[in-house]
């Protein structure tokens, strides 16, 4: 399975790739990536982004030592913290892929301390990646809490 993370805060999405460790966590891992979510390019660089972070997705990598896997995320948005990246109308929904099928979860956002949390049911893509990923993130970013 491929999983990845894409975030809607202000005008920008940020997507990265989620690989999982040896012992089983799914944690933030590179490329991480900055697309305007409005804007003439806006839907080819998505295109192009998800593709990429979704290849990198890897399972069996070490499992961290330090949990600073973050720390590229929050420099591409110009913040220094979690609690910062949330803050707001930050909305979240992850993506797994299989060779069946896409799923995009939309997720609730707790607040810093809370976390992200599923909401609903996931939107389904057999077969995978059916429509564009601006009009999939669109539906899946509106059933977002």
């Known amino acids: 399975m491929k999983m990845c993370s894409v975030f809607l805060r202000d005008a920008f999405v940020y997507v990265h790739a989620d690989s999982q460790t040896v012992q089983g966590a799914w944690i933030a891992s590179a490329p991480f990536l900055r697309v305007e979510w409005i804007g003439p390019d806006s839907a080819a660089s998505l295109e192009k982004g998800i593709a990429t972070v979704l290849e990198a997705s890897e399972q069996g990598i070490p499992h961290p030592s330090e949990w600073t896997a973050l720390a590229p995320l929050y420099r591409l948005a110009g913040v220094d913290s979690w609690s910062e990246f949330t803050a707001g109308d930050c909305k979240l929904v992850r ?23 599923d909401v609903g049911e996931p939107l389904v893509c057999m077969p ?16 977002c809490q």
């Open 95 to 117: 993506i797994e892929a299989d060779a069946d099928a896409m799923r995009l979860q939309p997720q609730a956002n707790r607040n810093p301390k809370g976390g992200f949390v």
């Open 128 to 143: 995978p990646k059916a429509m564009p990923w601006k009009t999939l993130l669109e539906a899946a970013f509106s059933k």
